[in-house]
């Protein structure tokens, strides 16, 4: 397949628990984002990484929350001590990189991650 | 501060009635870019249009067709003899160009077409 995959699809969790949650971007895409979309709300932007510059962590709601990416390829994104407010689906997105004014900067998104946190 | 307005929780429509998605925007950039996403019960978004900042030639696609607007920033989205399928719901982006480019998303519209 060539979109952008993740997993798990869903992930149920006690509340105190550190999971772990996997993004696979399309092919060549330099630039990646992680948004949280809460139940029944728009996409909240968490971070975003474009090739080996420093990422954009200023949507991540807490120190709790982290994400790594080795080059282009795989990203994690980390909820550690996880509290029932973090439950939500947690949607990846790659693109192919800064905007040139062509349509580089159209975001493609993965199925999401479903966390529910008990 | 860069803000999507959709403003329509839900609408409900018969099938092969018209309908349209309003979306209003707050930002200020020059230069920017919006997007129409739709996000079908299966949860994946799908990408519908992007439109530049600098180009307000409407456009229409099959049943699809958008209005955007910079005097009154609006960006609306139309479907027309709306189906069964069209049911999911749609959102407004608006492109932050300021260097991360990440999307500032409205809040969804949810559409409901009954047979």
């Known amino acids: 397949g060539a979109g952008v995959s993740q997993s798990p699809s869903n992930k149920v969790t006690e509340k105190g628990k550190d999971v772990e949650l996997r993004c696979d971007p399309i092919s060549g895409h330099t630039a990646l984002y992680w948004y949280r979309q809460r139940l029944g709300q728009g996409l909240e932007f968490l971070i975003y990484?474009?090739?080996?510059?420093?990422?954009?962590k200023s949507g991540l709601p807490s120190d709790r929350f982290s994400a790594e990416r080795t080059g282009e390829s795989v990203s994690t994104l980390t909820i550690q001590r996880t509290q029932q407010e973090d439950s939500a689906v947690y949607l990846c997105?790659?693109?192919?990189?800064?905007?040139?004014?062509?349509?580089?900067?159209?975001?493609?998104f993965g199925p999401g991650t479903r966390l529910t946190v008990l | 501060a860069q803000k999507v307005t959709q403003a329509q929780t839900e609408i409900s429509v018969v099938e092969k009635e018209d309908v349209t998605l309003d979306c209003v925007y707050e930002t200020r950039d020059t230069t920017y870019y919006l997007f129409w996403y739709k996000q079908p019960p299966s949860g994946e978004l799908v990408f519908l249009i992007r439109?530049?900042?600098?180009?307000?030639q409407n456009e229409i696609s099959g049943r699809y067709s958008w209005n955007f607007q910079k005097s009154t920033s609006s960006f609306n989205f139309t479907i027309t003899a709306s189906q069964v399928v069209d049911s999911a719901v749609y959102f407004c982006?608006?492109?932050?160009?300021?260097?991360?480019?990440?999307?500032?998303f409205g809040t969804g519209t949810r559409l409901k077409v009954l047979a």
């Open positions: 439109r530049n900042s600098f180009d307000e």
């Open positions: 990484f474009q090739g080996n510059s420093a990422p954009d």
């Open positions: 982006a608006l492109s932050d160009t300021s260097g991360t480019y990440k999307y500032i």
């Open positions: 997105a790659s693109s192919l990189g800064p905007w040139t004014g062509a349509s580089t900067d159209t975001q493609y």
